[in-house]
């Protein structure tokens, strides 16, 4: 397998996630597998990158949409899974994350294109949906060995309401889980007000989905084992 | 007294008004005006005329709003619970169409008025209209056959349909949502909204790719409003960029008024539609909830400039969060008051 190959494939699948083409973007992975590149590869040089680098926004000084991060995440999500299986060593799993909508909010999609990244990754991730309480969060970070909690907000009053990250954050000094368990969050609001993260009592925020598997890993880095 | 009438009237016949109108979005706010739940004040359109009627005359913005919340458009079309809070907007608590059957199946009430929750609406507008005497006015607000769809399957649902699912299950829902738009809009007129502001994020920048907007989303705002015409709708960013789309909407719709995000940039929005339509400019009101007076009239002032100099200009909000202190609200009113004299010598 030539890195011009694995470059031509990269290249294709970018074009296929800019235009939002689910299907082309499904062929060119299997057409990289057809052509000899190993699952490990196919994630690692295609997959991941692709999505990074759409989400992220440096494929183009345009603006990148919604649209296009929630194929990305949703395309490396669904490879990620189904080659995962096929790696000749079990990939080492970066860390656990639980992750919801906050109390009161019922929107899913940043959420959704969190996890995608995070599990590309190759982050456990436990999804809690959406209008989780703030003793869910904490119960299921205990539960499942989860050292980050993320929190995904759609409207202020969710973001910000007595019953949100605040509430979490409350919980964990009540338990005395704060150097065990960090706090990420986002979503709109956060996006229109970049120190709402501190007020709401969160360790950081991400800006965009791309981001939030580096933030994750250094707060995991800050935790106590 | 010069009224947001007057405002409004001398911009669209190209004259200069006293000032910048002002479009100041509350909403929820209304609840606390008249001191009932949120929950009570949505459940009759006079507790909710009284509630914005009192918010305009107690902040002097130019206009009214008749409008309860988004979801009440889902409840129109079968939504049965909507879930609300002490502070801020109802929740859809129960999303209409899970199968492409829900979709085949989606009907819309012959006449909106059928339903109690538009009536109430519609009382509320009727209200307004009857106390603003041609003064100030009457916002009537309508979702896009576009966007529509996220809310009665929730948006990732939506995006997968639109961008990868079934083509003819596609645009039978967008046929079935873009009548219903067009009812609505026809049905606010008939209450007795003045304008109606178009909501469309999802057709919006922010979005979808300039490609998709024109492939998928185009070709409905066109459809949703043969019947109404274009005359007096705002196309409302909804919380998306619009600035990439204006150059075609201007081209295709005969829409005058764009209602920018905050993100847009009111001088390039002027050179992409040229003169002839409105524009308004919105603050980032989420920051209104902690900017200081000075911040605020700062960045109202800027906003105010770049809008002065575009010309046909209106300053606005997107939604305001619950949680802005009634002193910033002020503080913002006052900024727009003084940034945007036409003629500040008289002041």
Redesign the interface.
């Known amino acids: 397998m030539t890195d011009r190959i694995k470059e031509q494939a990269l290249d294709d699948y970018l074009k296929a996630l800019?235009?939002?083409?689910?299907?082309a973007a499904l062929r060119i992975v299997q057409q990289a597998l057809d052509n000899g590149m190993s699952p490990e590869s196919v994630i690692f040089e295609v997959v991941v990158p692709g999505m990074e680098r759409m989400i992220g926004g440096m494929l183009s000084d345009n603006?990148v949409?919604?649209?296009?991060h929630?194929?990305a995440s949703q395309i490396a999500e669904e490879v990620t899974d189904r080659l995962i299986p096929l790696f000749a060593v079990a990939p080492e799993v970066q860390g656990n994350v639980v992750i919801g909508t906050c109390h009161?909010?019922?929107?899913?999609?940043g959420k959704?294109i969190v996890i995608g990244c995070l599990r590309a990754r190759m982050f456990r991730v436990t999804d809690l949906g959406i209008n989780v309480a703030p003793e869910r969060f904490v119960e299921a970070a205990l539960s499942n060995h989860a050292k980050v909690i993320g929190i995904s907000s759609m409207?202020?009053?969710?973001a910000?309401?007595e019953l949100g990250p605040k509430r979490v954050r409350q919980l964990l000094r009540e338990q005395g889980l704060e150097e065990k368990v960090r706090i990420i969050v986002g979503g709109?609001?956060y996006r229109?007000?970049d120190s709402?993260y501190k007020?709401v009592g969160a360790d950081a925020w991400a800006d965009t989905a791309a981001e939030a598997p580096a933030v994750v890993a250094r707060l995991m880095a800050e935790v106590l084992p | 007294m010069i009224t947001g009438m007057d405002r409004l009237a001398a911009l669209m016949s190209g004259a200069t008004p006293d000032r910048v109108p002002i479009i100041c979005n509350l909403l929820d706010q209304g609840a606390r005006e008249m001191k009932v739940s949120l929950k009570e004040y949505y459940s009759r359109g006079d507790l909710v005329a009284e509630g914005q009627l009192r918010m305009r005359e107690k902040y002097g913005y130019d206009t009214l709003l008749g409008m309860f919340y988004s979801g009440l458009e889902a409840e129109l079309l079968g939504c049965s619970r909507i879930?609300y809070?002490d502070?801020?907007?109802p929740?859809?608590?129960h999303l209409i169409i899970n199968t492409p059957e829900h979709i085949r199946k989606l009907s819309l009430p012959d006449d909106l008025n059928d339903h109690p929750r538009f009536r109430e609406l519609a009382s509320c507008i009727g209200i307004l209209k009857r106390e603003s005497a041609g003064r100030w006015p009457v916002l009537g607000v309508a979702t896009a056959s576009f966007t529509l769809p996220a809310m009665l399957m929730?948006?990732?649902p939506w995006?997968e349909l639109f961008?990868?699912g079934d083509p003819g299950l596609r645009d039978r829902l967008l046929e079935t949502c873009s009548r219903f738009c067009s009812r609505q809009i026809s049905a606010l007129r008939e209450a007795g909204a003045d304008l109606i502001v178009y909501i469309n994020p999802v057709a919006s920048?922010?979005?979808?790719?300039l490609?998709?907007f024109r492939e998928l989303a185009l070709p409905w705002v066109i459809r949703d409003l043969v019947q109404s015409g274009p005359t007096g709708v705002i196309f409302f960013n909804g919380?998306g960029?619009i600035n990439?789309i204006l150059a075609d909407l201007r081209e295709h719709t005969g829409i005058g008024a764009y209602y920018l995000n905050?993100f847009d940039d009111i001088s390039e929005a002027r050179t992409i539609l040229g003169p002839q339509a409105l524009i308004a400019g919105a603050i980032?009101d989420?920051?209104l909830?902690?900017w200081s007076p000075e911040e605020i009239d700062v960045e109202v002032g800027k906003i105010m400039n770049a809008g002065k100099q575009a010309g046909g200009f209106l300053f606005g909000t997107l939604l305001m969060?619950?949680?802005i202190p009634e002193q910033n609200i002020r503080a913002m009113m006052d900024a727009a008051i003084k940034h945007g004299s036409y003629h500040p010598e008289v002041m």
């Open positions: 800019f235009d939002t083409d689910k299907a603006l949409t919604l649209s296009q929630f194929l009161g909010d019922f929107h899913g999609l959704k409207m202020v009053h969710t910000t309401g709109a609001p229109f007000h709402l007020e | 879930i809070a502070d801020g907007p929740n859809i608590g929730g948006i990732g995006l961008l990868n920048a922010t979005f979808i790719t490609a998709k919380g960029r990439p905050p980032n989420i920051r909830i902690d969060p619950f949680r």
